[in-house]
Structures are given as structure tokens and as C-alpha cells.
């Protein structure tokens, strides 16, 4: 690291304390802008990159709600509204135990440069809370969301901030957190995107995600002549971005080998086939089941339970060509990295965001591996979260065709934006540079030309 790198982190980690994520986020992208800030002072003398670390607002607030037996119970609720410069805040909320400044930091940082990116007139922000949705009724889940939008309907507005799901968040929160909005303010509108399709929300907005990222590989696989048609794949996570990231590779040849959640991962050799993908959205999405069952009603698939502590998770020693980790932030460590790699995967699509630890980045950028960063990769579903927005302006509804052709036009369009400033910046084929420098530019750009604000 430079020393004028090392002195911007330093003082990102004093005005930060403790916030490792977001550091993590950050430093990624300032080690990428370097030579871009050299090139251009005029990002400099406007203190484009001191800007742009800061969030323009963050709000934090208590949520009570009342369970079943009548128990009262107190989560922190948070909305990060990082930067506006190229439309409303928009980005997920993450319901989770984990949550808390730092991740959600990281994540509204990461989604500026994602949104840019898309091309879709999109600022950046996220929020969330650290309730935990598994084991609640949908009473609850009901009841804390309407808690959770009564303070953040104040702060939000289709043209001011436009939240949607992430982790924990799905088609039943979003349903709540939409009524709860709609009867407070006594107005319907795109205050939210992944809505239900009969009150607004856009076909393929659930798909998204896991099919942009596979689109975003098949651009990737098409600059060395090749295809998914045959190869093996394994993905983490079986939510809303496995799910349809399996099923895309499916349907493009591929076969899946491997699926997870936060207990263990399930191994099929002969593959998750559309009946077994079904089965499994079926114990996720209306059960809320266990991956682990899996292994009891395929006899063919084993599970392996992961130690959290362990200094590698088995997922990623299963041999594949690709691997998308759909999960969560940092479940591709150093020597997972490093498994993957040894054992044939020259492809890695981050389906979640930043799954992949900085020395395994590096690994895979070392070894030629073709690698997706989130931002690019993921972007699909913030880019129909914006087509929604488009819907909802213009109170029309759009076929799965026409969404499904603009999400690969999207995709098309972010692989050749990162492909070619890679190669501008003399770093051919390395994503990462590719993305953060493309994306940073346009925001850094528009601040430029909206003045000091
Ligand atoms: P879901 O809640 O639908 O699924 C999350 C999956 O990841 C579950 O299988 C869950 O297991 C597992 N998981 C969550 N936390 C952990 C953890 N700490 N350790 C191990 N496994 C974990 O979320 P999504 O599929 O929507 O999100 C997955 C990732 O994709 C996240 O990083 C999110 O930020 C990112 N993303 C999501 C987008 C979207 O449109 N939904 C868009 C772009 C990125 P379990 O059920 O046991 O908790
Ligand atoms: O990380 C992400 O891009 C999301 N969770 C989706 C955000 C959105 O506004 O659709």
C-alpha cells in the first residue's frame, strides 16, 4: 500500500472506529482509484474521495414490538443515506442479528459504485436492523416491520429514498413494510421496490440477482471463447440470489453441485436438477426449513455441517469450474480462496456482496481467475429495483420479456463498462479496478457539476 493510501485509511479509521467492514469496502476501492486520482486532481482539490467515505445521512432509531405472548422486545433500526448524486438513495434492508453500522456502511458504500454502474438514475444508501426474522410468526414479522416503517417512513419517498429487500427481507416483509408505509402517509406509491406484482412490483424483480450474475459470467466466459454448457458449479446460500442464480445456470447447461446456509452446505454430485431446486425454494420460501433436509430426502446428496471458527468452510473444496458465493460478506477466505483454485475454478461471480476476502481476491487476480466483483456482478437486482421505479412512474407494467431483455442489455452493458476501463487503466481483465473506476467516475463526475453540497 502507498503512502498516501495508508495516510486516507488512517484517517478513514480514526473518524471510523471499529467499523472493520467498512474499512474493508474502502480501502478495496481507494487501492483501484489511485492512479485515477493522480490523472485527474481536479477529484482531488474538490476532495471528491473524503466526500464520498462520508455518509451524507444516517439515521439510527429504536423499533419496539410486541410478540406473541405479549413480550416486549427492542431492535435498532438504521437507514445509511450515503450519496444522491445520481438519483434517491436506493438500496436493500438487511433483517439480520448481525447488522449494524459497519456492514450497513459497507454495504450503502458498495452500492453507489453498483448503482452507478447499472446506468440507471440511482444514488446509493441501505439500512436494516438487527432483528432476526427466523423462528417468528408472520405476526411478529408483521408487527416489527410496521414498527421498523413508522419511524423510517419520515425519511423516506419515491423520489427521495426507495428501500427494497437484502438479507431477511423477501416478498413478506417488503408486503408489511409497504402497507405500513401506504396507511401512514395515505399515499401509494414506488416507495419500495420488490413489491408483490399485483400492487406494483416488476416481473423477474425476485430472479434478478441470481440471473444478472450469471449474465454477467456468461460475458466473462465469452471473452475466453467458452460457455456454462457443461461445467460444474458450485453456489452458497440457498436465499433469494442461490435460488435463482442456480436456476439460470440450469437453464444455461451448467450443473449445480453444492447450496448452503448458515448451519452447513449441502453436496449433490448429480446435481440439483429443476425438481430439486423446486423442492428446495419450497423448504426455504414457505417452510423455512433447514438445508440440512435436503440430505435426508436426496440419498444421493451428503451435508457437512460448517464450524464457523474452522480455518477454511469444506463448500469450497468441492471440485467446480465456478463458484458463486451467495450468501453473505466474507465467506471466501484465504484458504478457501486457495482450495478453489487448486481444485480447477477459474470463474468466481460474487452473487453477495464483498463474499470474497481481500487475499483471496488477490489469489484469484494472481491466478488468472475470472473474477466478478459484487458490485458488478450483483447488480442485476438494483437494476430492476430501478426498472420497478420506471414502472411505477409511469403506472404501466412491463412483460417478463421486456424486463428479462433490459436485465441482460444491463448486464452486457456493466461487463463491457468494467472490461474496458480495465484495459483504459492498464489493468486488462481485472474487474475489480474495472468496476470501482467505472462506477466512481460518473458519481465523482456529478458531484463535480452539482457544487459543494
Ligand atoms: P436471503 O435472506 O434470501 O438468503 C441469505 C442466505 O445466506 C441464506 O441461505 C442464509 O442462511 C445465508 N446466510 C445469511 N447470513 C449468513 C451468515 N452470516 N453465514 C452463513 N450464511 C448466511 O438473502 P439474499 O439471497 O437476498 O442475499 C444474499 C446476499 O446477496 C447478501 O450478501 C446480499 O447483500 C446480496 N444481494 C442481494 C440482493 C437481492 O436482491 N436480494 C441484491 C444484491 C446482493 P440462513 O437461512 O441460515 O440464514
Ligand atoms: O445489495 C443490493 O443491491 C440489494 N440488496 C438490492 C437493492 C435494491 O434496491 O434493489
Not at 94 to 114: C, G, T
Not at 166 to 172: A, E, K, S, T
Request: glycine share 10%; hydrophobic share 35%; with cysteine.
Amino acid at each position: 500500500m502507498n503512502s498516501g493510501i495508508a495516510e486516507f485509511m488512517q484517517r478513514v479509521s480514526e473518524r471510523n472506529p471499529g467499523q472493520t467492514e467498512f474499512h474493508q469496502a474502502v480501502v478495496e476501492v481507494v487501492e483501484s482509484l489511485w492512479p485515477v486520482l493522480e490523472q485527474f486532481p481536479e477529484y482531488r482539490s474538490a476532495k471528491i474521495l473524503e466526500r464520498i467515505v462520508e455518509p451524507e445521512r444516517q439515521l439510527m432509531f429504536r423499533v419496539n414490538w410486541q410478540d406473541d405472548q405479549g413480550e416486549i422486545h427492542v431492535n435498532r433500526g438504521f437507514r445509511i443515506q450515503m450519496n444522491s448524486a445520481l438519483g434517491p438513495y436506493k438500496g436493500g434492508l438487511r433483517f439480520h442479528p448481525s447488522v449494524n453500522i459497519s456492514i450497513l456502511k459497507f454495504l450503502a458504500f458498495e452500492q453507489v459504485f453498483k448503482n452507478s454502474l447499472t446506468t440507471l438514475p440511482m444514488g446509493g444508501g441501505k439500512g436494516g436492523s438487527d432483528f432476526d426474522p427466523k423462528g417468528k410468526s408472520d405476526h411478529e414479522v408483521m408487527r416489527f416491520c410496521q414498527s421498523f416503517m413508522t419511524e423510517l417512513s419520515r425519511h423516506i419517498g419515491p423520489n427521495t429514498d426507495v428501500p427494497a429487500g437484502d438479507i431477511g427481507v423477501g416478498g413478506r416483509e417488503i408486503g408489511y413494510l409497504f402497507g405500513q408505509y401506504k396507511r401512514l402517509r395515505n399515499a401509494f406509491e414506488g416507495v419500495l421496490t420488490g413489491k408483490g406484482t399485483n400492487w406494483g412490483g416488476s416481473l423477474i424483480r425476485p430472479e434478478a440477482t441470481g440471473y444478472g450474475a450469471v449474465y454477467f459470467g456468461q460475458e466473462m466466459l465469452k471473452t475466453r471463447d467458452d460457455s456454462y454448457q457443461g461445467k460444474i458449479v458450485s453456489v452458497s446460500g440457498s436465499g433469494n440470489v442461490a435460488q435463482y442464480a442456480t436456476e439460470k445456470c440450469l437453464q444455461l447447461g451448467a450443473k449445480v453441485v453444492t447450496m448452503s446456509d448458515s448451519k452447513g452446505f449441502i453436496h449433490d454430485p448429480d446435481g440439483i436438477d429443476e425438481e430439486k431446486l423446486a423442492w428446495i425454494m419450497k423448504l426455504k420460501n414457505n417452510r423455512r426449513g433447514r438445508i440440512k433436509e435436503y440430505a435426508d430426502h436426496y440419498k444421493g446428496a451428503s451435508y457437512t455441517e460448517t464450524d464457523p471458527r474452522a480455518d477454511s468452510n469444506p463448500i469450497w473444496d468441492v471440485p467446480v469450474q465456478v463458484a458463486i458465493p451467495s450468501a453473505t460478506q466474507n465467506e471466501i477466505n484465504s484458504k478457501d480462496g486457495q482450495n478453489l483454485v487448486k481444485n480447477g475454478c477459474f470463474c468466481v461471480l460474487e452473487g453477495a456482496n464483498m463474499p470474497t476476502m481481500p487475499d483471496a481476491v488477490n489469489h484469484f487476480i494472481d491466478n488468472k481467475v475470472l473474477f466478478a466483483p459484487g458490485k458488478a456482478a450483483n447488480a442485476g437486482g438494483v437494476a430492476v429495483s430501478g426498472l420497478e421505479m420506471a414502472q411505477n412512474s409511469s403506472r404501466m407494467s412491463w412483460t417478463r420479456d421486456e424486463v428479462d431483455s433490459h436485465l441482460q442489455r444491463i448486464m452486457e452493458s456493466i461487463h463491457k463498462a468494467c472490461h474496458e476501463t480495465a484495459e483504459r487503466f492498464e489493468c486488462s481483465g481485472n474487474y475489480v479496478n474495472g468496476a470501482n473506476i467505472a462506477g466512481f467516475i460518473k458519481v465523482a463526475d456529478s458531484m463535480l457539476d452539482q457544487g459543494l453540497v
